[in-house]
């Protein structure tokens, strides 16, 4: 008779099932992915026509960064700079959770990969101290997946293969993975016999405590796509053949081509009698040549050089065509015109990207305020009843004199009052400015306060006059 397994020690039948959907899911992921990767990194190999390019420069490598600026430009405008309760309350544990996960600086990785490999992942787990706030990752999509319930909106499962094997003790070559259920995440690692459960957590919470941030969804694509496309990706390919190009024609045409009519053989032998190589002859006595036997002095010329302002005027032509893919003004990847743009037309040139990093706002917000409410949901116990909202930089970037002059004009119609902190935020001064203005206010109403008072008092003091003497003393005690 045999014994049965332990679930805490062994995988069910439906977890390893569910195991081996998500391995397949993520292995099928992972060339798409790199290969975004590459072109992030300028690491991409590009593919030569077999024309132009000679057998001796096969190894030459050219990299343009185009893709790489255009994500960068538009992750710089997706600042988010905290969360607060909506109905403005003491928003303390929001806080603690941030500032134990330090938030804000990795949320900017995050939304690097989301918009390079088009997703990325957060999840959610308890600390090893029950009273500390929850530790909120963010996920690489080369090493995590998840399967998606469109109807409902909601991850069904989730598994991320981990590379940190130390925390277990592990050897390098053990697979380690951690499946998020519904009701508890299992960390599990595969030996020769199958899987070992190393970790159960329990947390009977009924969700999956892992939040997508999807960049470019479609309502029959929920997994997202990446900012470089495949019209980025063609064009990055044309441009680095086309400075391939001009490096092969330096090589072959940077020194100009001479000609020699009527020369003898002996303009082409050294001293010894033996011929010299091209490069000498080149640079040596063809500029020193000897009359023949009739006297006549030898014709030599030049042919013209090669001129590569034809090739820059296309890599220019390039360049504009991925300002228009990439949402960003010519200038900024490189392209520049004898007449310089005036400020409205650089401003008029970013409205594209400024509308892009409104969208990518809009739509990451909602994953960062999922992750901050399952946050809660697993430090409390119960879900929060109230809305949790993020504070983002406004991405258009205006001058400080623009935002000051629009609040100010707000206020004097009475739209806004003058010590609101929505004034503060509109005045574009920063989380942590906000609060120091907001206590300067406290100090200095209260500092107002108490000199309102001992005015008062002294008023109060000086009503009877200088020669009266006050109620209740005696003339012992008025002589003191």
Known sequence: MSTPALPLLSLSDDELGIITLLRTDLQQARFGLELLDSYFNGEQLVRDLGISIPPQLKGLHTVIGWPRIGVESLEARLDLEGFRWSDGSDAADLEAIVEANNLLDESSLAHLDALTYGREYVTVGSADDPDAPPIITYESPLDMTMIWDARLRVPLYALRESTDRLTYGLAPDDKLVTLYL??????????????????????????????????RQRTADRVGKSEITPEVMS??????????????????????????????????????????????????????????????????????????????????????????????????????????????????????????????????????????????????????????????????????????????????????????????????????????????????????????????LADLGGEDGPDEEPEGLTDGDAGL
Not at 183 to 206: F, K, N
Not at 241 to 256: D, W
Not at 344 to 361: G, M, T
Request: proline share 5%; net charge negative.
């Open 182 to 215: 519904p009701d508890q995440t299992i960390h599990a690692v595969e030996d020769s016999g199958g899987w070992v459960v190393l970790d159960r957590d329990e947390h009977r919470m009924g969700a999956v405590p892992v939040v997508r941030l999807a960049n």
């Open 235 to 456: 064009i990055t390919d044309a441009a680095c053949r086309r400075l391939m190009g001009m490096e092969v024609a330096s090589e072959f045409f940077g020194a100009p081509a001479r000609y020699i009519l009527g020369a003898s053989e002996s303009a082409f032998q050294d001293a010894e009698g033996n011929t010299k190589s091209a490069w000498e002859t080149y640079i040596g006595r063809v500029l020193a040549l000897e009359r023949d036997e009739d006297g006549n002095v030898p014709q030599v010329g030049t042919f013209p050089a090669h001129d590569p302002s034809g090739q820059t005027k296309i890599i220019d032509l390039y360049a504009r065509i991925m300002a228009s893919q990439l949402s960003v003004a010519p200038h900024v990847l490189g392209y520049s015109s004898d007449n310089p743009a005036s400020a409205d037309a650089i401003r008029f040139a970013d409205n594209s990207q400024i509308k892009k990093a409104e969208r990518r706002i809009r739509r990451f917000s909602a994953g960062h305020r999922e992750e901050m409410r399952l946050a809660m949901w697993m430090w409390t116990g119960r879900q929060p009843e109230r809305r949790i909202e993020c504070m983002w930089r406004n991405p258009a970037t205006p001058t400080v004199a623009a935002q000051v002059d629009a609040t100010v004009k707000l206020i004097q119609a009475g739209l806004l009052p003058p010590e609101s902190d929505v004034a503060l935020e509109m005045a574009g001064l920063t989380e942590d400015q906000r609060r120091r203005v907001q206590a300067e206010r406290a100090r200095a109403g209260g500092a107002a306060a108490g000199r309102g008072l001992l005015d008062r």
